[in-house]
């Protein structure tokens, strides 16, 4: 298993500019999320996802978008880039243990993003 | 809501020192704990959980036992490494899907 592959590693766009930050598991994992990690601030949630079709916004969603068209692929979009967007983003999937309570998060190598 | 509080660092050690990185819980019900480690300029990963009350969790000779009279989930190591240089997560995983990270403390450690 790759586990949780995400593309690319690095980037670095202009202020205003679009892109997708890809992310993808093998696992068949239902829920994945994407979280945002800057100095200080720990880990903060941007969307995330229980299934196929289904998303819905985490603590930071603005300047975002999402969709879940299959299991494996999850797929984070910028809109239009900001230099505040300026962080490293990581691509997470589980299982879910029971309920509604997932079990343990696999996250991607992650991909650094530079706006100026 | 369900929160999670960490030790805030940097926690600087000389190797084969003990360490405790504390971490308490606020959550409802039972929820399961964990500990995530990243080591530099890489995501995070699991290094041992615990989804009862007085489980112990271990690997790599870290150890934490979930203790719910206290809501703690300390982290220790008898004898840490350079290797063990790296910031450690607590999280919990409660009644929604979406689990609940404390801050991270980083850990350095000293030859």
């Known amino acids: 298993n790759a586990g949780v592959t995400q593309t690319p590693k690095f980037q670095v766009l202009k202020t205003g500019q679009s892109m997708t930050l890809q992310c993808a598991q093998d696992?068949?994992?239902?829920?994945m999320s994407w979280y945002r990690q800057d100095p200080g601030m720990g880990l903060r949630l941007i969307h995330y996802?229980?299934?196929?079709?289904?998303?819905d916004q985490g603590e930071v969603p603005n300047g975002y978008n999402v969709s879940r068209s299959t299991t494996e692929d999850f797929p984070l979009r910028l809109l239009s880039a900001a230099p505040s967007q300026t962080s490293v983003y990581f691509c997470?999937?589980?299982?879910?243990?029971?309920?509604?309570?997932?079990?343990?998060?696999?996250f991607g190598p992650g991909t650094r993003l530079t706006v100026l | 809501g369900d929160s999670v509080t960490q030790m805030e660092g940097p926690v600087t050690l000389s190797e084969e020192a003990f360490l405790t990185i504390n971490c308490t819980y606020t959550?409802?019900?039972?929820?399961?704990l964990f500990w995530y480690v990243q080591y530099p300029g890489e995501g995070l990963q699991l290094l041992l959980k615990a989804t009862k009350a007085d489980d112990k969790g271990s690997n790599k000779g870290f150890e934490a036992t979930y203790r719910k009279e206290t809501t703690s989930f300390h982290l220790e190591k008898g004898s840490v490494q350079v290797s063990d240089s790296a910031v450690y997560f607590c999280a919990l995983s409660g009644g929604s899907y979406i689990p609940t990270f404390g801050r991270g403390t980083s850990l350095i450690v000293h030859p």
């Open positions: 997470a999937s589980s299982y879910q243990a029971g309920g509604e309570r997932t079990d343990t998060q696999y």
């Open positions: 959550a409802t019900g039972y929820p399961s």
């Open positions: 696992m068949n994992h239902e829920y």
């Open positions: 996802s229980v299934g196929a079709g289904i998303t």
